[in-house]
């Protein structure tokens, strides 16, 4: 799911279509608009107008744009701590939990982990971390490094780390830090995966469908 943020003083702009087009494209199914700067606005029908308009841009892009929550408020108000527009962005989040399905952990598959950053702990050792795309990993499991590089590493997983709280285990979805036992620094790299032993092979070639965005859409039409 995704919120969708649009001004109530512009209305959609030539990026709210292509926000659009790309959450359908990658396959999001449910979102949520959030009109905002509405206190910039002192005539309420304009209001109604840019909802409107949002609506039938997300029905055109196969959303049920009639169905679709639509939230008005001010972020800018509730930062200075105005109640009601703080209650807006509560109400918001409530909205949220309603309407988005909680997305389904995919923990029944072998451990994957793309590399998203690298980085030392001083007397501890070397830290991964990246969002769990798939499995579970517990401190004490093998593990093996993959990509990039021709040959593949193996470490063992000493510590787990989430938002500055120690963990016995990690799961699908959770962002992570892994701590790994027998990797120096730079024999591991961002855009590398860790994965159970043995569950994946790496490939230098393969096959993609890719949807190319037009020029009416957004996408590049002169020669980069």
Known sequence: GAILVVSATDGPMPQTREH??????????????FLNKVDLVDDEEL????????????????????????????ALKALEGDPEQE???LDLMD??????????????????????????ITGRGTV???RIDRGEVKVGDEVEIIGIKPEIQKAVVTGLEMFRKTLDYGEAGDN????????????????Q??????????HT????????????????????
């Open 176 to 191: 992570v830090g892994v701590l790994l036992r027998g990797i120096t620094r730079d024999e591991i790299e961002r855009g």
């Open 128 to 130: 991964a971390s990246g």
């Open 205 to 224: 070639k393969f096959s993609a469908e890719v949807y190319v965005l037009t020029k009416e859409e957004g996408g590049r039409h002169t020669p980069s």
């Open 87 to 89: 209650q807006v962005i």
């Open 193 to 202: 995966v860790l994965a159970k032993p043995g569950s994946i092979t790496p």
């Open 47 to 74: 209001i109604d107008l840019v909802e409107m308009e949002v609506r039938e841009l997300l029905s055109e892009y196969g959303f049920p744009g009639d169905d679709i929550p639509v939230l008005k408020g001010s």
């Open 20 to 33: 659009i087009l790309l959450s359908r494209q990658v396959g999001v199914k449910h979102l949520i608009v």
């Open 95 to 120: 909205t949220v939990d309603e309407y988005i399905p909680t997305p389904e952990r995919d923990t029944d598959k072998p451990f994957l982990l793309p590399v998203e950053d690298v980085f030392s």
